[in-house]
C-alpha cells in the first residue's frame, strides 16, 4: 500500500512559520483523503488537520484554524501543512495519514503512518 513520507520539520521562534510536506510513494495517494496529526511525548495523537482527495475540501481542529493551511498537489503526491503564528504549545512531532473516512479526526480511521517530522517553537 502506499507509503507516506514527512518532511519540513524544525526549530522556529514563537510567530515564526514552517511547511511540513507529506510525500506519498505512489499515485494511489491521490485517491485518499490525508490527515496530519501531532504527537507530544507520553500523549495521543492529535487531529490538526485534513483534506478531501480532491483537494476542494478542508477541515481543521480549533487549535489552528485561522493559523494552518492543508493544501495538496496531486500531480506532486504531496500534502503541504503550512504553519503560520506559530505557538510554543504548537511543539510536536507531526505525522500524516491516509483514510478513505473523509472528516474523521480520530487516528484509529488512519492508516500508512509516516515516521513523523520535529516541530519544536521557542518562546
Known amino acids: 500500500q502506499v507509503q507516506l513520507v514527512e518532511s519540513g520539520g524544525g526549530l522556529v521562534q514563537a510567530g515564526g512559520s514552517l511547511r511540513l510536506s507529506c510525500a506519498g510513494s505512489?499515485?494511489?495517494?491521490?485517491?485518499?483523503?490525508i490527515a496530519w496529526f501531532r504527537q507530544t511525548s507520553g500523549n495521543k495523537r492529535d487531529f490538526v488537520a485534513g483534506?478531501?482527495?480532491?483537494?476542494?475540501?478542508?477541515y481543521y481542529a480549533d487549535s489552528v484554524r485561522g493559523r494552518f493551511t492543508i493544501s495538496r498537489d496531486n500531480a506532486k503526491l504531496t500534502v503541504y501543512l503550512q504553519m503560520n503564528s506559530l505557538k510554543p504549545e504548537d511543539t510536536a512531532v507531526y505525522y500524516c495519514?491516509?483514510?478513505?473516512?473523509?472528516?474523521?479526526?480520530?487516528?484509529?480511521?488512519?492508516?500508512?503512518w509516516g515516521q513523523g517530522t520535529q516541530v519544536t517553537v521557542s518562546s
Open positions: 495519514a491516509k483514510t478513505n473516512l473523509y472528516g474523521s479526526d480520530r487516528a484509529a480511521d488512519y492508516s500508512s
Open positions: 483534506i478531501s482527495w480532491s483537494g476542494g475540501s478542508t
Open positions: 505512489d499515485r494511489t495517494f491521490s485517491s485518499y483523503a
